[in-house]
């Protein structure tokens, strides 16, 4: 169906805006794997009833090879889709998820080092600016008073 609606828009003489085909190389952009088939699955994008996750990898990739996308079709999501997977924050909670969250251990590691890290950090915080108490001027009276 895929390659008729491509077929068909490539033969209409008035289209100005060949849609299905820039997805189809958007698409192709995309897939490269059978992996990369298994997460746009997950994520609603396809709906794989063509057989394996690599037979549709093979297709898009067999499809994609001769095509040519209209330019301005599915830009704006080529942009968000590469601004996404260049984010600096992005990068750092994948390795972080890919490191950390493997095994249990791991993750109460990382946990239990982060609370300490943030306990340390109100420690510091409150003896360097401690509110003023009673106990201050009872030092004071005794490092005036007994030279200490």
């Known amino acids: 169906m895929l390659l008729n609606l491509i077929a068909y828009e490539m033969c209409y003489l008035n289209a100005y805006e ?15 794997n059978g992996e990369d088939v298994k997460a746009l699955r997950k994520a609603g994008v396809l709906e794989n009833s063509l057989g394996s996750d690599e037979e549709v990898a093979k297709l898009f990739n067999e499809i994609g090879t001769n095509l040519v996308p209209y330019k301005s079709a599915y830009l704006n999501a080529k942009r968000e889709i590469q601004k996404h997977y260049e984010s600096w924050r992005n990068t750092l909670f994948s390795q972080l998820k890919k490191e950390y969250v493997k095994s249990p251990w791991a993750f109460f590691a990382l946990l239990g080092a982060l609370i300490a890290l943030l306990l340390s950090g109100f420690q510091t915080y409150f003896t360097v600016w401690s509110p003023k108490s009673t106990c201050d001027d ?9 030279h200490l």
Do not use: E, P, Q, R
Request: hydrophobic share 45%.
């Open 18 to 32: 060949a849609w299905v085909t820039s997805y189809t190389c958007l698409l192709d952009t995309l897939i490269d």
């Open 138 to 146: 009872l030092c004071m009276f005794f490092k005036s008073n007994h």
